[in-house]
């Protein structure tokens, strides 16, 4: 069966830090994967998506980017967070209509 | 991209009735419509897809509706139980292409709370 696993599960950082947040995802080939975040009280705002190693598209302009350095794993990053990158991030993946979502991050930018 | 609505009030319902929750859109109709659950500090999960040109979707205790012509979506818990105590999001395909699966956009979600 397919899992998705995405780490960590909380972070604190100061503003101006650097940010990884890393998924991966098992028991799928060639999934399209994706970066969410969700505002207190907000629907999910697609940030990234990927349909194949080394490609991105970026749907949110801002100072977060994504990689996708092998097939199932995929990467969102900053240079230095600002404290509107506060939220709870989520990565998912499909090969179909419907998506499965990881536990998800919580950010907090201080 | 288009505005989705839905209801920003908690759903307070008490056990064994049934929940109804409103999905509202504003532009296009989508190839199709999708409802998740979510759980406080967890992520979403899939209940419900109904495509546009279905009317009514059946999962167990759930039903969902598609109305392209209202571009309306109503979802249905019904004899619901305090299990059920959720948020409740509706996502809409934002793709037409194969290439693109997975490009939903997502509502703020209607938070249900089934009392005893």
């Known amino acids: 069966s397919q899992t998705i696993h995405q780490w960590p599960a909380t972070l604190v950082q100061p503003v101006g830090s650097p940010l990884s947040l890393e998924c991966t995802v098992e028991?799928?080939?060639?999934?399209?994967l994706y970066w969410y975040r969700q505002a207190a009280g907000r629907g999910l705002q697609l940030l990234f998506y990927s349909v194949g190693i080394g490609q991105i598209s970026s749907e949110v302009p801002q100072n977060l980017s994504a990689s996708r350095p092998q097939d199932r794993q995929f990467i969102l990053s900053s240079k230095k967070l600002l404290l509107s990158d506060s939220g709870f991030y989520l990565c998912?993946?499909?090969?179909?209509?419907?998506?499965?979502f990881g536990s998800g991050t919580q950010l907090s930018v201080l | 991209s288009q505005k989705i609505e839905q209801n920003s009030e908690a759903l307070n319902i008490q056990e064994g009735k049934t929940a109804t929750l409103t999905c509202n859109y504003t532009n296009y109709s989508p190839a199709y419509l999708q409802w998740y659950r979510q759980d406080p500090g967890r992520g979403p999960v899939f209940l419900l897809l109904?495509?546009?040109?279905?009317k009514e979707k059946r999962k167990e205790r759930l039903k969902v509706t598609f109305d392209t012509t209202l571009k309306q979506s109503l979802f249905h818990i019904t004899a619901s139980q305090p299990a059920d105590s959720a948020t409740y999001l509706c996502a809409l395909d934002m793709s037409m292409t194969t290439d693109s699966w997975g490009k939903l956009q997502f509502g703020a979600g209607t938070q249900v709370v089934v009392t005893p």
């Open positions: 998912a993946w499909t090969s179909g209509e419907k998506l499965f």
């Open positions: 028991g799928t080939s060639n999934p399209n």
């Open positions: 109904i495509r546009e040109n279905e």
